[in-house]
């Protein structure tokens, strides 16, 4: 059978129902006696076990069919639901999602070894313990992989392994063992932690690092790093440490497809009908320690009757958009040829083509909006491993999911909002004991909320936890280098917190799988600049921090303000400009050495935008009004003073291409209707 034109429909139902199996069974976790969660999950099992089939994938097959085994007996009672079931439920699930990505990208099911995941399987449905399940003889090929084995990588560890190993960098297991003599072993954890993070990135570490430091561990402890460095390198470095009586680096192999893809818990690449996102979780108390709250039934949310939707390649609506932005340009074409020569007929015939031509657009954008659940549904489940990671109660609650996004930005929040999860479980959310020495209940509350604020989509991260010092972040700042001293003391406490978005800033002691490598922060914020968002952070001691994302509906078409220096013109997003006004040379003052406005009542910077972009200077002429555009990121407000206003106008985004994607202050370009390249400023960058 010719299974090529089936392919795509095959992986974008396969991941549908990974995601459902995902959340059916943190749902089975928080109620282990809901029959209905596990009936659903056991259809989902058995639907990919048949679709598996019938495209020839019998290993991704062989191994659904082996949980289904184990589910059924759940569901006849023949077993009970526990910790260690769903722990190996899981771990099927994630190598069926590795499975599914091979398939998709071309490198087959065979790459993932699932002997010992089905040997584990086949002990539970025995009525014996995963952990006690007879382990065959490795092959000598797979013994680099096995040695690796010896830390558990998930997810998140194996897509920050594949993009180093991508870069041409590899990847270490390093065993360390200490002396017995060794009085101060977290003294030594610490000494290897600081060598490894010189040669590289530390990516997880076994015991964890607050094991390590809390002396948790007996003589030995594991490390993963990446590094350009050779084995013998790392070992050298973690050797030359007095008291380490022994030091073996295994390389970790893991497979590269030759172009980047998605890992296994990203959102596919053809959407999933809305009706298959989870509902909103509402506050739902987490039954049993380290679980993130799962998402309602989907039953509970409405569904489309058979046949009211279909399947779109993403393609087709980025080419049918590019086809919209070019008639709106057309169309303003259109409008300045009427008005420069007067046609009645053209501007009243004009007037309904607007119609239509708005009309369509919005038609066009509402098709590519999508909603946010396509990036939360895959948090809910790394909350869960996370938590129990750091050994810490949290109770994730999920609110506004159904909100819509542009799918161009849909696709790149995911990582951002990993980050700030992260940095929320790890540093934000407290210990329970810590907890309830403070007063507070033991399960610290995590929340992930989506809401429309006007044109734009604001998401927030929030916790409940000891929120961020202030002094601490300055002190920390001026450690490495990044502010002097002086220069820490005047920033106000807000603006102290800010620092965190600053490239390698890190707050923690020792380094993590979790966190400590000094990236994250800053990612979260480049990523969202270059969307045309922004984020900020607003925090309380002992209260908790509210991480607020504020991005644009769409990446395509944008109101805009035609602004002129010289003979060049550039469009502002109107989304970005406070106000514009009119001032005189004397209304612009100097502070310390930077020119200044006072504009009701508050002092704001102004930048010439004719001498930040270098716009060779025509006939010099003295006037009396100057134009400013007050533009806004969030609480910060400059002036950009300009030599003529055109007006407000709909524009269509292009990119710069590859060649100038690395310019500063520059967001894109635009055609205007006369034909002419008008450049899209880069609000944030100018500030």
Do not use: W
Request: proline share 4%; hydrophobic share 45%.
């Amino acid at each position: 059978m010719e299974t090529n034109q089936y392919m795509e429909m095959f992986l974008d139902e396969s991941r549908e129902h990974l995601q459902s199996l995902n959340d059916g069974l943190l749902g089975l976790e928080n109620n282990p006696e809901d029959l209905s969660v596990l009936n659903e999950i056991f259809r989902n099992a058995h639907t990919l076990k048949g679709m598996s089939a019938t495209m020839g994938y019998t290993k991704t097959a062989e191994l659904t069919h082996d949980m289904e085994n184990l589910l059924d007996m759940l569901r006849k009672e023949q077993l009970k639901v526990s910790e260690e079931i769903i722990d190996v439920i899981f771990k099927c699930v994630d190598s069926l999602q590795e499975m599914i990505e091979n398939i998709g990208n071309g490198d087959g099911e065979d790459l993932v070894d699932v002997s010992d995941l089905v040997r584990q399987v086949n002990a539970i449905a025995k009525g014996e313990s995963a952990a006690a399940a007879p382990a065959e003889e490795a092959p000598a090929a797979a013994a680099t992989a096995e040695a690796a084995n010896s830390i558990q990588l998930n997810d998140t560890d194996k897509k920050v392994i594949k993009e180093a190993l991508g870069a041409g960098m590899l990847a270490f297991s390093v065993h360390v063992e200490l002396s017995d003599s060794c009085l101060l072993k977290s003294a030594r954890s610490y000494m290897v932690m600081n060598a490894l993070d010189e040669l590289g990135d530390v990516i997880k570490s076994v015991p964890s690092g607050e094991d390590l430091e809390q002396e948790k561990f007996e003589h030995s402890f594991e490390v993963c790093v990446v590094t350009d460095k050779d084995c013998k390198a790392v070992e050298e470095a973690v050797g030359a440490i007095s008291e380490i009586t022994k030091v073996v680096a295994t390389e970790i192999k893991l497979d590269v497809p030759a172009a980047a893809a998605p890992v296994a818990a990203a959102a596919p690449a053809a959407a999933p009908a809305p009706a298959a996102a989870p509902a909103p979780i509402a506050n739902t108390p987490a039954k049993a320690p380290a679980k993130a709250a799962p998402p309602k039934k989907v039953a509970d949310k409405p569904k489309h009757a058979a046949g009211q939707s279909v399947r779109v390649d993403i393609e087709k609506l980025d080419t049918l958009m590019n086809l919209v932005g070019e008639l709106v340009t057309n169309k303003v074409r259109l409008e300045q040829i009427g008005m420069t020569h007067r046609l009645t007929e053209l501007t009243e015939t004009l007037e309904q083509m607007d119609r239509v031509t708005t009309d369509l657009q919005s038609v066009v954008m509402k098709v590519r909006m999508v909603p946010v659940s396509q990036v939360f549904n895959r948090f809910p489940r790394m909350v869960r491993d996370l938590a129990k990671e750091l050994n810490k109660d949290i109770n994730l609650t999920i609110e506004g999911e159904e909100t819509e996004l542009d799918r161009t930005v849909i696709d790149e929040i995911g990582d951002p909002l990993m980050h700030l999860l992260r940095n929320s479980l790890d540093h934000g959310v407290e210990h329970p004991d810590e907890r309830e020495a403070k007063g507070k209940p033991r399960t610290g509350e995590v929340g992930l909320i989506a809401r429309h604020e006007g044109n734009n989509v604001v998401i927030m991260v929030t916790d409940d936890g000891s929120g961020i010092n202030a002094d601490k972040i300055r002190n920390k700042a001026v450690e490495k280098g990044m502010v002097t001293r002086d220069e820490a003391d005047a920033l106000p406490d807000a603006d102290a917190v800010r620092l965190i978005f600053l490239p390698g800033f890190s707050t923690a002691e020792v380094i993590t799988d979790v966190s400590g490598r000094g990236v994250g922060m800053d990612v979260v914020r480049s990523k969202i600049e270059s969307l045309g968002g922004h984020v900020d952070v607003t925090t309380k001691i002992d209260e908790g921090s509210v991480f607020k994302i504020k991005l644009p509906l769409t990446l395509a078409i944008i109101q805009a303000m035609l602004v002129k220096v010289q003979d060049e013109m550039y469009a502002i997003p109107l989304g970005s400009i406070d106000s514009t006004i009119n001032i005189t040379p004397n209304d612009i003052k100097t502070v310390q050495n930077k020119e200044v406005i006072v504009l009701r009542g508050q002092i704001i910077p102004i930048v010439r935008l004719g001498e930040v972009l270098s716009v060779p200077k025509g006939h010099e002429q003295e006037e009396e009004d100057i134009f400013v555009v007050v533009v806004h990121v969030g609480d910060h407000k400059t002036g950009i003073v300009v030599d003529n206003l055109i007006g407000q106008q709909e524009i269509v985004i292009k990119t710069l291409g590859k060649l100038l994607s690395g310019l500063k202050m520059l967001a894109g370009a635009t055609v205007l209707g006369d034909g002419h390249v008008a450049m899209i400023l880069d609000v944030s960058a100018l500030m």
